[in-house]
């Protein structure tokens, strides 16, 4: 869960008492608001083909979601709240509150593929100016509020929630109002946005290997193989959301991310899964190697790797036998030793924020990309905005560039005074890192030796992963643009990857 900035004595008491709550979750009942506050003026709607009014609010029972782009948190509620949707059909009316904490979040430009990543099809709008927030009481996302059919709050649910949390009230609200005859379900003018024909869906990481370069095409839930020439050797994946071990053609992933090779094996973050899987590229075969397939925080105690809970692994990158996976829902670093089939933390309190120190002791906040040189791990921490470091030999984290969870923006220049927007790729080229800087659209570079961020190119459109081509060239996930891009470092000329123009043909939708 995460606090939005409260400056007040009393702000500060309210943030202990939810924290409290987070570790011992009650239900927490809002103050009973009168009525729906006007819909902001000149608000961007999505999945509807005009703006929705009040009036067509009432008669149903509505849940309001209050969310930032970004947020792990709000992104583990996605699925509960569709399954409150197919549970209660026409009863229950989601609407989404897109009340951002980074300005990137702000431009209508950036929801689209949001919504069309995590397969939200409900209406949402931006609450730019926070009025929804505001007049609600939010002060952390994800934040959800219940509305019986006359507008007035019933419930309102703070934090991450289980589907059993919040089916029973909503049940129960159903309930009491249809027996009141209050339900009278007033049509809506729903739009889903629909899915575009692109070579990829929006991918999300890349690794390159020799003449291997291997894409996690995210939308379309496959793994493709490619060669240094842009030709495409295999698509791995039935194309389905789900899970399931197997041959190339038939396995499944589920929104996989994170890719790192070892020899003939290649590793995947299959993140919504919440599972590791290992590729064998000889034999054409995909196996689990971590995960139960549940979500939850902090490590079980099981020795197996496949009986740990997971909590959305979002990054991998393998070094000296050893494989570190981007625990973003933990906000930690994991490592996967394959020779001893061991898995447990390795860097994070678990706590997200930004402090350094010991490597189990460091505050980390949804770390998102990883890259390995030289006995040092980079690491791109999205929430913070930041840029970490682990030193392997001595256990220690230091910072290179961010400041903490509300400091942010689009500045280059020395790294103490650089800043970044939501970065979540990080890759290490001749003395220098280079960060997908997401939010800003940017890649930009920092220099190891002069401690200098310059920025190569601001021509993209939400970058996430990135991994070295050459001397010369990174290979990029323009995520947004639903493309691959080649970088030059020396000039930041922007290239298509690869020259390939029809989409990939689709087995299993």
């Known amino acids: 869960m995460r606090f939005r900035p409260l400056i007040t004595p009393l702000a500060l008491i309210a943030v202990t008492v939810v924290a409290l709550l987070w570790l011992a979750p009650p239900l927490v009942t809002a103050a009973k608001a009168a009525d729906y506050p006007a819909f902001p003026a000149g608000a961007t709607w999505f999945n509807v083909s005009r703006p929705l009014t009040k009036t067509e609010l009432h008669g149903r029972v509505v849940l309001l979601d209050f969310f930032t782009p970004g947020?792990?948190?709000?992104?583990?509620?996605?699925?509960?709240?569709?399954?409150?949707?197919?549970?209660?059909?026409?009863?229950?009316?989601?609407?989404?509150v897109t009340s951002p904490k980074f300005s990137a979040s702000q431009q209508a430009a950036n929801m689209p593929p949001f919504l069309r990543r995590y397969g939200i099809d409900e209406p949402v709008f931006i609450d730019s100016g926070m009025a929804w927030w505001q007049h609600y009481g939010v002060f952390a996302w994800p934040t959800m509020i219940l509305l019986g059919p006359d507008g007035k709050v019933v419930q309102s649910f703070v934090g991450e929630r289980s589907y059993a949390q919040m089916a029973a009230p909503i049940a129960a609200e159903i309930a009491q109002a249809s027996k009141a005859n209050l339900l009278t379900h007033p049509p809506l003018p729903l739009r889903p946005l629909k899915p575009d024909d692109h070579v990829f869906a929006l991918p999300t990481k890349v690794a390159v290997d020799g003449d291997r370069i291997a894409i996690s095409d995210t939308g379309r839930n496959q793994i493709l193989i490619y060669d240094r020439a842009g030709k495409r050797l295999a698509a791995i994946g039935s194309g389905r959301a789900g899970f399931s071990d197997g041959d190339d053609a038939h396995a499944e992933f589920n929104r996989p991310q994170g890719l790192a090779f070892a020899g003939s094996i290649l590793y995947v973050a299959d993140t919504d899964n919440q599972r590791i899987r290992a590729i064998d590229l000889k034999h054409h075969r995909v196996r689990?190697?971590?995960?139960?397939?549940?979500?939850?925080?902090?490590?079980?105690?099981?020795?197996?790797?496949?009986?740990?809970?997971?909590?959305?692994?979002?990054?991998?990158?393998?070094?000296?036998?050893?494989?570190?996976?981007?625990?973003?829902?933990?906000?930690?670093?994991?490592?996967?030793?394959?020779?001893?089939?061991?898995?447990?933390?390795?860097?994070?309190?678990?706590?997200?924020?930004?402090?350094?120190?010991?490597?189990?002791?460091?505050?980390?906040?949804?770390?998102?990309?990883?890259?390995?040189?030289?006995?040092?791990?980079?690491?791109?921490?999205?929430?913070?905005?930041?840029?970490?470091?682990?030193?392997?030999?001595?256990?220690?984290?230091?910072?290179?560039?961010?400041?903490?969870?509300?400091?942010?923006?689009?500045?280059?220049?020395?790294?103490?005074?650089?800043?970044?927007?939501?970065?979540?790729?990080?890759?290490?080229?001749?003395?220098?890192?280079?960060?997908?800087?997401?939010?800003?659209?940017?890649?930009?570079?920092l220099d190891l030796d002069s401690l200098q961020v310059t920025t190569l190119t601001k021509s993209l459109a939400q970058p996430n992963g990135l991994a070295v081509l050459d001397d010369r060239h990174l290979l990029v996930a323009d995520t947004n643009h639903d493309r691959m891009v080649t970088v030059d470092v020396q000039t930041g000329v922007v290239t298509p990857w690869p020259a390939e123009t029809k989409p990939i043909a689709q087995t299993g939708h």
């Open 71 to 96: 947020c792990i948190n709000c992104i583990h509620m996605i699925p509960i709240q569709q399954q409150l949707k197919q549970k209660f059909g026409d009863d229950l009316l989601v609407v989404g």
């Open 288 to 445: 689990t190697v971590a995960g139960n397939g549940q979500r939850m925080p902090g490590i079980t105690g099981a020795r197996n790797p496949r009986d740990i809970a997971l909590n959305s692994p979002w990054a991998l990158t393998y070094a000296d036998k050893q494989l570190f996976i981007a625990m973003a829902g933990d906000h930690q670093i994991w490592r996967y030793l394959p020779d001893k089939n061991r898995l447990a933390p390795y860097a994070g309190s678990g706590r997200e924020g930004l402090s350094d120190g010991e490597r189990l002791n460091a505050n980390f906040a949804q770390s998102s990309g990883l890259a390995y040189h030289a006995g040092n791990l980079y690491v791109a921490d999205p929430e913070s905005s930041s840029i970490r470091q682990i030193n392997l030999n001595t256990g220690l984290v230091i910072t290179l560039v961010g400041k903490g969870l509300f400091n942010f923006g689009d500045q280059d220049g020395l790294a103490a005074q650089a800043q970044l927007q939501h970065p979540q790729g990080v890759a290490y080229l001749n003395h220098a890192l280079y960060i997908a800087d997401t939010f800003n659209n940017a890649i930009r570079k």
